[in-house]
């Protein structure tokens, strides 16, 4: 079936330096993705978003880059600090189906 | 705005007992809540979508009867996982939307461990 999935399962960055978090997904039809950070033992916390027909958004020090033509959504993080660390997921949806998450990547910073 | 709260967030049972969680959103109403199950550095796995006042969506291989979602108001709804076992221990969380399901907001997560 459809899925979506991640190129790297751990990412180590050191402080300060930017982190660039990378998905894959396979479901054409996907029309909105969702970026998500979560910290040990709680609930995804949403980080930022972007709908297909739009190929970059910015937020405070994150930016979502989404390539439809090789169907890969990455997540950036600018001056990564300790407070960053955590698991990332990104998650697409199809019209008003529920979010199909991938599989994630452990961001450790190095301070 | 857009708060969501699990109860209890850890709860430890013996086998064969039943376990009920519960989600809420506290400052919206919620047309749709979905339940998750998170095994240990894994990513979320859908259970189940519920909408108020109508019978529960379960996902290919879940068990309805062994994990009953009750929907009963647009700001509630609750997971009982039923004769519990120690497979059954995970992290559970729920999301609540008040529209589009790609519009979730998640709980803080509700750690079982059945022993």
């Known amino acids: 079936g459809e899925s979506v999935g991640l190129h790297l399962p751990t990412l180590s960055v050191q402080e300060g330096d930017n982190s660039i978090i990378n998905c894959a997904y396979s479901n054409s039809a996907s029309d909105y993705f969702i970026w998500y950070k979560q910290e040990s033992g709680k609930g995804p916390q949403f980080i930022i978003d972007i709908r297909s027909n739009m190929d970059k958004r910015q937020g405070q020090r994150v930016t979502v880059l989404l390539n439809k033509t090789v169907k890969h959504l990455s997540l950036q993080i600018a001056a990564t600090q300790p407070g960053d660390s955590a698991v990332y997921f990104c998650a697409e949806a199809s019209g008003n189906t529920p979010l199909v998450f991938g599989k994630g990547t452990r961001l450790s910073v190095i301070a | 705005g857009a708060v969501v709260s699990q109860h209890p967030s850890r709860v430890i049972c013996k086998s064969g007992t039943s376990v009920k969680i519960e989600c809420r959103s506290l400052?919206?109403?919620?047309?749709?809540m979905f339940w998750y199950r998170q095994f240990p550095k894994k990513s979320l796995m859908l259970m189940a979508t519920?909408?108020?006042?109508?019978?529960?969506?379960?996902e290919q291989g879940v068990e309805k009867d062994k994990f009953l979602i009750n929907h009963a108001s647009l700001t509630l709804s609750t997971l009982t996982v039923t004769s519990a076992h120690p497979e059954d221990s995970s992290f559970y969380i729920c999301?609540?939307?008040?529209?589009?399901?790609?519009?979730?907001?998640f709980g803080p997560g509700t750690r079982l461990t059945v022993t």
């Open positions: 400052d919206f109403q919620a047309t749709t």
């Open positions: 999301s609540a939307t008040p529209g589009r399901s790609y519009e979730q907001y």
């Open positions: 519920s909408n108020e006042g109508s019978k529960a969506t379960y």
